[in-house]
């Protein structure tokens, strides 16, 4: 990836060949050995962070005229604090190759004149120029020491770099997930939008299971750009195929799970269940508390109100320690329903995304990705009044 932008990008070059120390950190450019002034006079070395917009996967360009600087507040040589640096006191977490580099500012100048940096080159000596000119008048320090880090960091499990976490400065968060190992058994309806957003999640790896085949019904309730060579194959084939493009460790089988089925779970660390029939459902739900695998149970139903549809949409969750006390309380349909009830059964594309958001949310606050401020048990999702109830204990919930 170093050697790739450095060379596709006019920008980056002309840095490396001036002399700057320049590495890069997934969708951060950084500059080690900027040499500035503490207050007392003494010479420091600082970084430049900044972040970089992936246009394509070789083409970057800046998102603003800001910096992240790993240092204390630099001075001017009379010991005052360089001005107009405006930012402030943050953080800011980079991969374990660059622990070395420790944001604690950010610095915001703008140019006067054009209100923005042409480019990279342009941002990095400006910034140099005015912090660690004081350094080099005093101490002879020299911000071009050639030290470039051209080694990649670790590519992970996306085949484009992951711009979104480094934008968003969340990658601290986006590492929670590296270790997961996701099933997803089901890729109807909702199944198909769990594994939609669970592709763009760093999870190690996902394991998507569906027997059935992609038919003209399955696109319309089901994310991504329909080819009309996907109708009549597998599932399986189709959402591999669709995905491949994007992440590593995505395997897709076309395979009913049952209690049989242990050795596709094995290792597993999270699943979704999103089946539609009680019976699947039942020997589904054996097999990962009898593995004491966590997982998440969705369940959507619509029926005709005066006229318009109406319902509710369900996310339950089964901790392992608590997975048989929760199956007991019958939250999910365990039984198959007459068969032509089963062949009605409406599903919309908007309601299973939403079921499905709200599956892969709960997940992710299992993790700590988002906010929680107790541990939710189950969500139920009501159309009429658009009101979500949650739950978050076993006693809250009705048997």
Excluded: W
Excluded at 289 to 314: C, E, H, T, Y
């Amino acid at each position: 990836m170093y050697q790739k932008l450095v060379s596709l990008n006019d920008d980056l070059r002309r840095l490396v060949e001036k002399g700057y120390a320049v590495a890069i950190d997934s969708g951060y450019l950084v500059v080690r050995d900027i040499p500035y002034l503490d207050q007392a006079g003494g010479l420091q070395i600082g970084a430049f962070v900044t972040k970089m917009v992936f246009i394509d996967e070789s083409r970057v360009q800046q998102e603003d005229h800001q910096v992240f600087f790993t240092g204390s507040i630099p001075h001017e040589l009379d010991g005052h604090a360089i001005a107009n640096l405006g930012g402030g006191p943050t953080t800011l977490t980079l991969s374990t190759r660059c622990q070395d580099v420790v944001v604690q500012r950010s610095f915001s100048n703008k140019p006067t004149v054009a209100g923005r940096f042409e480019d990279f080159f342009a941002k990095v000596e400006s910034y140099t120029t005015l912090i660690s000119g004081p350094a080099m008048e005093r101490h002879g320090a020299s911000p071009y020491t050639f030290r470039s880090d051209t080694e990649d960091a670790e590519s992970g499990v996306f085949k484009l770099t992951d711009s979104m976490s480094s934008r968003a400065e969340i990658v601290d968060l986006s590492d929670l997930f590296v270790n997961e190992v996701v099933a997803i058994i089901g890729l109807g309806g909702t199944g198909s939008y769990v594994l939609d957003f669970m592709v763009k999640t760093p999870v190690r790896e996902i394991r998507g299971f569906d027997v059935d085949a992609f038919h003209v019904h399955n696109a319309y309730r089901s994310p991504g750009r329909l080819s009309s060579d996907e109708l009549g194959k597998p599932k399986a084939v189709v959402y591999a195929e669709r995905y491949d493009n994007f992440r590593h460790g995505l395997k897709i089988q076309a395979k009913r799970i049952d209690a049989s089925c242990v050795e596709e779970l094995e290792g597993v660390s999270f699943a979704f269940v999103c089946v539609d029939k009680g019976s699947s459902r039942t020997a589904i739900f054996d097999l990962l508390i009898a593995m004491k695998i966590p997982f998440i149970d969705v369940g959507m139903g619509l029926k005709r109100k005066n006229g318009s549809l109406a319902g509710q949409a369900r996310v339950t969750y089964y901790p392992p320690e608590k997975a048989k006390e929760l199956r007991a309380l019958n939250l999910a349909e365990m039984h198959d329903g007459p068969e032509d009830m089963y062949r009605t059964n409406i599903q919309i594309g908007e309601f299973n995304a939403l079921n499905a958001t709200l599956a892969v949310t709960l997940y992710k606050q299992l993790r700590g990705f988002y906010f929680s401020e107790a541990g939710l048990v189950q969500l139920l999702f009501r159309l009429s009044d658009m009101n979500i109830i949650c739950e978050s204990g076993f006693d809250e919930i009705p048997s």
